[in-house]
């Protein structure tokens, strides 16, 4: 492995763990105020679908990220009915969903192109193309730190970089706001925060929609970023390595920023066999290198944690003391 | 808060879920253009006016009660096992290992081993998270999903390159033989004159009812069972009755997994014939909704089976007659799993005014 190849596997790590970081923070909000949300994986797919098709009946990627959004954010609504409002198994509502999503994901699609489930190839406006940073040419003589530059920060879509500014972000909004101190107290406390005469019900359904929000760019990078287009299934497991990467970080922002990063990194390894052999010196079957991201996350869920404590009130619905 | 009368709460408190996921379920049909009348009846037609019909009927609820009750069994052990997908596919492999090492004389003895078989790989899929849980204290609900994709790749893999015969194109093993071939509902007398033409239901429909029966009788009727439940209901009142966690997670999670694994029997042995890439095709995920509309218990697990596999032989009629997606099949299952495990309260509170309000009017 030479350093373009190593250079190539970074530029695949980023665009990879891109809706990684998006579905990462996404449960982040959701778990931080103690509502569990395995459904992000069918929010993603969800607006994945929303975001392409109306991209392409529109012609405008913009306009598809605003239909991505909502889209997740109507699943989230759903979510947050049936784990705040009604009390509800949060686990089972999160699989239900995802359900939900796999299965009217392809419906709408076959219903709206006839393609078995897809949307059309994406092209044009449609699209969300890669943008270049200052310099990105003039400094791609520099020897080590010029192509690093070139190759691996710049020339990602905007998405991916809003992606990273989203992770200080989060920490900022968690950390440093009055909101986000009520936000970390509900999920850990609901009744004291109850006392002090703030709604548990409002500042969980506010959590779940920043949770919408941040599944809907998940989706939307990945149909008309990522891949030009929305195929079923398309999502591949990805709303629950997000979930491990979160545990990983032990709920944290900026952790969950290196998490996603090194999850990504176990998907951009899986797509290239070659480098993988050359490390290893001998051949690997391919099936085995797709598992591989998933058996990473086991590994790391089984051993490098310590231990990760999750919010304390997390998956216990509130009930107000009469 | 009023309580629903007890029959209400076991018989109405499913069905209301159900009435509420078909009305969704119709208003889906109607926005993708298609007749939800139309719809009912190829469905009902496809799986239930006619012998083969209900074959096939019985053959997916057989898939189905093996998959629901891994569900349940470890649902009252406070754990979501959302791995059955996963453990069903090693079930298949396991099946295809002890048929296809021991030439079997006879169809009995070759169940019997690749009932071993189908448990023991299934059992063993689900003991890693499991461990996982109880000593790393990894969620289980993340990790048997991880193994679920695992084992799609596992088998993409095996029945690549170990299992598939040299020379054969597609990615399966060899052919089980005729042999050993399972008893179908139309070759066992008495039933074969219910069931005319060859149908996919087989013996392993008994199995799966005596599964049951030993679920009921194990969670209800013996000590273990006791303390299953007992942990489920209350880690730390369980952990301070003596009972060891560990133990109790590791139980019932290679229960759990030999459950989902035995379901190859089914389909694996007593259908395919051989081990085919996907082999489970959603089995084990039905299993979560058959559960819970079943509410955790092994009669209304069999019950909520036959009515998956109506969804499911109906839902395949569906893909062949009408132009509505066979996709519907999943909207249904998230619907169903929807309504009755996660917003079963809300069903609850409406049951309690209908009953209320109907109480008013008989004082009046």
């Known amino acids: ?180 101190l009520r936000l970390r107290a509900v999920g850990e406390n609901p009744a004291s925060v109850d006392t002090a005469g703030i709604s548990v019900t409002g500042l969980r359904f506010a959590a779940v929609a920043i949770t919408g929000i941040l599944c809907g760019l998940a989706g939307a990078y990945m149909a008309t970023a990522l891949q030009a287009g929305f195929g079923r299934e398309m999502t591949a497991g990805r709303g629950y390595i997000a979930l491990a990467a979160l545990i990983f970080a032990k709920w944290r922002p900026i952790a969950a920023l290196w998490s996603c990063l090194l999850f990504g990194f176990f998907q951009a390894i899986a797509l290239r066999p070659d480098i993988v052999e050359d490390i290893l010196t001998f051949k690997v079957p391919v099936p085995a290198l797709d598992a591989l991201p998933y058996a990473l996350t086991v590994i790391v869920l089984a051993g490098f944690i310590g231990k990760a404590i999750p919010p304390r009130a997390g998956g216990e619905p509130y009930v107000k003391e009469r | ?215 009921w009788a194990l969670l209800w009727r013996t000590r273990l069972g006791y303390q299953i439940r007992a942990y489920g209901k209350s880690e730390p009142a369980a952990r301070y009755a003596g009972i060891n966690p560990t133990r109790i997670i590791m139980i019932v999670m290679l229960l759990s997994g030999g459950l989902a694994g035995l379901m190859a029997i089914n389909n694996v042995m007593g259908e395919a014939e051989r081990l085919l890439i996907n082999s489970a095709s959603g089995a084990g995920f039905i299993g979560i909704a058959v559960a819970l509309m079943g509410r955790n218990h092994p009669i209304g697990v069999v019950l909520a089976a036959v009515l998956f596999g109506f969804l499911f032989q109906g839902g395949a009629e569906l893909g062949l007659w009408t132009k509505i997606p066979i996709e519907l099949r999943i909207v249904i299952q998230g619907l169903v799993i929807l309504f009755t495990g996660a917003l079963n309260y809300m069903v609850e509170r409406m049951l309690v005014r209908v009953f209320a309000l109907l109480r008013t009017k008989g004082v009046a």
């Not at chain 1, 949300?37 to 306009?63: R, T």
């Not at chain 2, 009750?69 to 997908?85: D, K, P, Q």
């Not at chain 2, 084992?151 to 990615?171: E, K, T």
């Open chain 1, 1 to 180: 492995m030479d350093y373009a190849d190593l250079l190539q596997l970074l530029d695949s790590t980023m665009r990879l763990a891109t809706p990684l970081l998006f579905a990462c923070l996404a449960g982040l909000f959701s778990e931080r105020a103690g509502i569990f949300d395995i459904g992000l994986e069918g929010k993603m797919l969800i607006a994945a679908m929303a975001s392409a098709s109306v991209a392409f009946l529109s012609g405008s990627v913009w306009v598809g990220l605003l239909a991505g959004i909502g889209g997740a954010l109507v699943f989230s609504a759903l979510h947050g009915i049936a784990a705040i409002t009604f009390r509800g198994n949060q686990l089972i509502s999160g699989v239900a969903l995802n359900f939900l999503a796999s299965g009217i994901s392809v419906l709408i699609a076959i219903r709206l192109f006839g393609q078995g489930g897809r949307t059309p190839p994406l092209t044009g406006g449609a699209r969300m193309y890669e943008i270049t940073l200052p310099f990105a040419d003039a400094l791609s003589g520099v020897p080590i730190l010029g192509p690093l530059y070139a190759n691996v920060i710049s020339g990602h879509s905007i998405l991916v970089y809003v992606a990273v500014l989203l992770a200080p972000a989060s920490w900022w909004l968690l950390y440093r706001t009055r909101f986000g």
């Open chain 2, 1 to 215: 808060m009023d309580r629903l009368p007890r029959w209400a709460d076991i018989a109405l408190v499913p069905l209301v879920s159900l009435a509420l996921a078909a009305i969704i379920s119709a208003l889906v049909i109607l926005s993708i253009g298609q007749s939800p009348r139309e719809a009912l009846s190829v469905m009902v037609d496809g799986a239930l006016m006619s012998s083969s019909g209900w074959g096939y009927t019985l053959y997916y609820a057989t898939s189905f009660i093996f998959t629901g009750l891994a569900v349940t069994i470890a649902f009252h052990a406070g754990l979501f096992n959302i791995g059955g997908e996963g453990q069903a596919q090693l079930g298949g492999l396991g099946v295809a290992v002890a048929l296809l090492t021991v030439p079997w004389p006879h169809w009995s003895v070759a169940l019997l081993a690749a009932s071993l078989g189908a448990a023991a790989f299934g059992a063993a899929w689900a003991a890693i998270p499991a461990y996982l849980q109880a000593k790393r204290g990894s969620h289980i609900v993340i990790t048997t999903i991880m193994f679920n994709y695992i084992a799609a790749s596992l088998l993409v893999y095996i029945l690549n390159d170990v299992l598939r015969p040299q020379g054969q194109m597609d990615s399966a093993s060899a052919r089980f033989g005729d042999a050993i071939r399972l008893p179908t509902l139309d070759l066992i007398p008495g039933l074969n004159l219910i069931f005319s033409k060859g149908v996919p239901a087989n013996v392993t429909l008994f199995i799966a009812l005596a599964a049951a029966w030993g679920v």
